[in-house]
């Protein structure tokens, strides 16, 4: 099985951290894995998306043009990445970001209120762990256990003392995510 995702947003907002902790998740599971970051010069505020593929078998380009999976975190990239979800895929956003909600019907809608949980949760460098944990909830695509393993590869050594309140957002995630559906 293979499954194409992209995820973007501002730069910033843990975009290209949150597809590489994936991406290592995956490799810990022996599965074939894509990590193919975009960004502009200014990164943190400017756009920024990331290709994530998971495969169980060998993946021929990291170059996607339909995804299975968009998870969005601005109006931006709402505009741009929606329309490029396959038929009966999943579009994950949070609504703090989005001023005009996804209106497809073809495919799974889900909203994650991210922003607002992380600011209840008084940290704000924990957001892309609450969506990661609500893409983890919808579509478990990688073990928790794996995801925290992925976590301590990318964190800096320095950081691992993070590590707990990271999955502690990644669980708060899988109860926040609800299915929206468009008017």
Known sequence: MITEIIIAGFGGQGVLSMGKILAYSGLMEDKEVSWFPSYGPEQRGGTANVT???SDEPISSPIVNEYDVAI???????????PHVKKGGILIY???GIVS????KDIHIYTTAAIDTATQMNNMKAFNMIVLGGLLKILPLVKLENVMKGLKKSLPERHHKLLPMNEQAILKGMEIIEEYHPA
């Open 52 to 54: 994530v593929i998971l």
């Open 72 to 82: 969005i975190l601005n109006q931006p990239s709402l505009e741009k990445f929606e």
């Open 94 to 96: 949070d609504p703090n």
């Open 101 to 104: 909600p996804p209106i497809r």
